[in-house]
C-alpha cells in the first residue's frame, strides 16, 4: 500500500471521528436548539435546481441536532476540498515557494502531479500537517464550547472559532448582515463544487481516464 493511499485513510477515518454527533442515551435528557430544522436550512442557501439540495433525504434523519452536525461537516468540508483543490493546482502550474521543503528537498524538485507530490514529501512533513489539523479541531471544538454555543447546543453552524484563522486582516469586520449571507452562500455551493472537484482529481489520479477530457493529473 502506498504511503499516499495511508495517510489518507487514517485521515478519512480521523476526520470521520472528528466530525461524528454526540452520542446519547436513551435516558440522557433531550437537547433543545435555540434554532429549528428550518433556520438551520434557510442559512447558508442550498438550493439548488429549485429546491433544497438533499437527493437522499438525509434532512429527514434525525433530530435538529443531527442537522446541524450535518451542516457544519458540509461547510468544514467544503472549505477544506477549497483548500485541496487550489494546493493541487498550484502545484500542477509549477508555482512553488523559495527553499526548501525538508533537508536536501528544494520546492523546486517536487513534482508537478498531486499525488506525486504528496508521495515526495517526508513522512515526518505529513505528520505535521496532520498534527496541525487536528490541534486546529480541537481548539475549534474546545473554543466552541468555552467561548460562544456549541454548534450542537444552538450554535452557528461553519462558524470557526479559533482566533485569528478566519479573516485574520478583519478585513469583513465590517460588513453588513447583507453581505456576509451572501458570503455564506457563495461559500457553501463553492465548497460542493470542490469537493467534486477532488473527487475528480483523485479519481483521474488513480485510474487515468475515469474523468473524461481531463488531463493527466
Not at 504511503?3 to 476526520?15: E, G, M, Q
Not at 434525525?62 to 461537516?73: D, F, M
Not at 508537478?112 to 505529513?126: C, Q, R, T
Request: charged share 20%; net charge neutral; glycine share 10%.
Amino acid at each position: 500500500m502506498k504511503l499516499s493511499t495511508l495517510i489518507t485513510l487514517i485521515a478519512s477515518i480521523s476526520s470521520a471521528a472528528a466530525f461524528s454527533p454526540v452520542q446519547t442515551s436513551s435516558t440522557a435528557k433531550s437537547i433543545v436548539l435555540d434554532a429549528s430544522k428550518e433556520e438551520i436550512l434557510s442559512s447558508p442557501n442550498t438550493i439548488e435546481l429549485g429546491k433544497i439540495w438533499d437527493p437522499l433525504g438525509l434532512a429527514e434523519i434525525g433530530s435538529e441536532e443531527t442537522l446541524a452536525w450535518y451542516r457544519h461537516s458540509e461547510i468544514k468540508h467544503g472549505r477544506i476540498a477549497m483548500a485541496a483543490f487550489v494546493g493541487w493546482w498550484a502545484v500542477a502550474a509549477g508555482v512553488r515557494l523559495p527553499g526548501n521543503l525538508a533537508f536536501d528537498l528544494p520546492f523546486s524538485a517536487i513534482p508537478s502531479k498531486g499525488l506525486a507530490a504528496w508521495d515526495a514529501m517526508p513522512g515526518y512533513g505529513k505528520t505535521q500537517l496532520l498534527v496541525f489539523a487536528g490541534l486546529i479541531e480541537f481548539h475549534d471544538e474546545l473554543f466552541h464550547s468555552r467561548r460562544g454555543t456549541h454548534y450542537l447546543r444552538g450554535g452557528t453552524p461553519g462558524k470557526n472559532m479559533v482566533p485569528g484563522l478566519y479573516d485574520p486582516l478583519n478585513l469583513h469586520k465590517n460588513a453588513s448582515e447583507e453581505k456576509k449571507a451572501r458570503g455564506r452562500d457563495v461559500e457553501i455551493k463553492n465548497g460542493r463544487l470542490a469537493m467534486i472537484g477532488m473527487a475528480a482529481l483523485w479519481s483521474q489520479a488513480t485510474l487515468p481516464g475515469a474523468v473524461p477530457f481531463a488531463p493527466d493529473c
